[in-house]
């Protein structure tokens, strides 16, 4: 039997070992509140009223509650698979200029997130609030699951936030020290010989200008006058 070993050879996987981070739960979770608020309102949102067959927003016939919901929801889903896919390349490996600017880019629409939601069940809350109980035979248990769930997004999406906020806080010191490292190495490379640094002196040889100079040197001297010599008579 090649259960256990096949199991564990899964559970080692990096697939695995990418949906077991922290991150990547808070996301597929916000996604799902995200996917319920939206298809809730989506799909019962919008009844007639007993005496009309006209279609109006269950939340206090304000059409604009139910298309921020949906708009919201949908936005904020599509948002958590794209980030998903980013974290998928960033776990990859990626440079540090891109892994610093994904988690400063993931810090904040998390925080604006955040707000987003806490606006919108605050307005969701109150429209409902303000509907006529008798008003819409239906669509009263997708108008609690929206409010729900957009309250749950609120607390899913500061865990989000904070997870970056981490992420940013542990890889921030790479690239700036990579930096620092860099020009370094530019500064000493760019910086002129210090009186104790050895200066290379040329050496002769048959490729040397100096050696090539003295090897024509007998050639150019001035020729020397012959000398006379006095002949005696014998």
Not at 120 to 127: E, S, Y
Request: net charge neutral; hydrophobic share 45%; glycine share 6%.
């Amino acid at each position: 039997m090649h259960i256990p070993e096949s199991l564990q050879d899964l559970a080692d996987s990096e697939a695995v070992q990418f949906l077991k981070r922290p991150k990547t739960i808070t996301r597929i979770i916000a996604g799902v509140f995200s996917l319920i608020v939206f298809s809730s309102l989506l799909t019962d949102g919008y009844q007639n009223k007993t005496e009309s067959s006209t279609l109006h927003c269950i939340l206090n016939s304000n059409n604009v509650a139910c298309s921020f919901a949906v708009g919201a929801g949908l936005l904020a889903f599509l948002s958590c698979l794209t980030f998903l896919a980013l974290d998928a390349h960033e776990s990859r490996g990626g440079s540090a200029r891109f892994k610093t600017a994904f988690q400063l880019l993931d810090f904040i629409l998390a925080v604006l997130w955040t707000g987003i939601w806490f606006v919108g069940f605050c307005f969701l809350a109150n429209q409902w609030q303000h509907s006529s109980p008798k008003g819409f035979l239906l669509g009263r248990s997708s108008a609690k699951a929206a409010i729900t769930f957009a309250f749950f997004s609120i607390l899913i999406w500061i865990f989000q936030a904070y997870l970056a906020l981490q992420d940013l806080r542990n890889d921030t010191a790479v690239p700036y020290k990579r930096s620092l490292d860099e020009g370094g190495v530019v500064l000493t490379t760019l910086s002129p010989p210090s009186a104790a640094s050895p200066v290379n002196t040329p050496t002769a040889g048959p490729n040397n200008l100096s050696y090539a100079s003295s090897a024509l040197s007998p050639y150019l001297t001035t020729p020397k006058a012959p000398r006379l010599a006095m002949m005696t008579d014998n």
